[in-house]
C-alpha cells in the first residue's frame, strides 16, 4: 500500500506539471487545477476515467506494463520519471536503446590522477574507454590498436602479451567469460555483446571451450600477479569502482599489495588495517 500511495501521488504531481498544450490540448480559461485533468490522462493513455482514477486514489487494481507504459508517454516522461514510474508500479525498468559510451572529462582526469597505479574505465563488454600511462604500459601498444581491439576479452584471448600477463592467465580468463556472460543476459539490446561474442569465437579456440562451459560470474575484488616486462612480477588488488551517473560504465583499478610492488612502480603502500586518524583541534 506504500508503494501504490506513492504511485498515485507521484501520477499526480505529474499530471498537474503537464502543460495541456504540450499534449495538443488546449489550456482554456476555465482550469480548476492546473495541468492535465484526469479525464484528458485517461483518454490519452487509453483507458477509462473510473480506472484512473482508482490509480491516483491507490486503489488495489492491476496494472500492466502496457498501460504504465502508454501513461509515461501521455505525460511525456523523461528518463528519470519514466525509470521512477516503472519502479513505483514493481515493474522492470524498460531497456532503452544503447547509450554510446563516453567518459566526461573529470572521470578521464581521475583515471590520469591515479599514476603509476595501473587504471582504466571500460564498458559492460571490457571496451577500455580511458586509461592511464601505466596501464597502457602493461598492455603493450594500446595506443596503436583500432578502437574494437581496445577490449580487455579481445587482448586476453587473442594476444600473447596479455597471455603472458597474468601469471595465473587460466584463473583470469575464466573470471571475464564468467562475467561476460552475465552482462550478455542483462544487456539483450546492445549489439556489441553479440559481435564481440562471435568474434571471440571465430578468434579464440580457447574461449570457445570456456564459453561452451556455460559457467556464469560475477566481479570479486581480487590479488593478481602480474608480468611487466621492466619491473618483473607485481602483486596488485584489483578493484572495481562503478560511475554513478553511467552505471554502464566502471573504473577499474591495480592497487600495490605490498610495499615491494609499490617500490616498483614509484606509488605508496598503504598497510592493511591503517587507519588515518584526525589531528586534534
Known sequence: MIQRRELATFLR???EA???AAVGLPR????RTPGLRREELAQLSGVSVTWYT???QAREIGVSRQVVEAIGRALRLGR???DVLFTLAGMALPSGPPEPPRVNDTLARLVQTLQPNPAYVANVWWDVLACNDMYAELLGGFDERPAPERNILWLTF???????LFVDWETEARQLVGQFRINLAQHPNDPRGGQLRTALLDASPRFAELWQEQTARRFEPSRKQLRHERLGVLHLDYVKLDVAEQPDLA???FLPADEKTAGKLGSRFVPYGAVHESAPA
Not at 587473442?158 to 603472458?164: A, C, G
Open 158 to 164: 587473442t594476444q600473447k602479451r596479455s597471455r603472458n
Open 251 to 253: 573504473m577499474l583499478v
Open 80 to 82: 528519470d520519471d519514466r
Open 13 to 15: 504531481a505529474r499530471r
Open 54 to 56: 482508482w490509480l491516483e
Open 18 to 20: 503537464t502543460d495541456p
Open 28 to 31: 482554456g480559461s476555465r482550469r
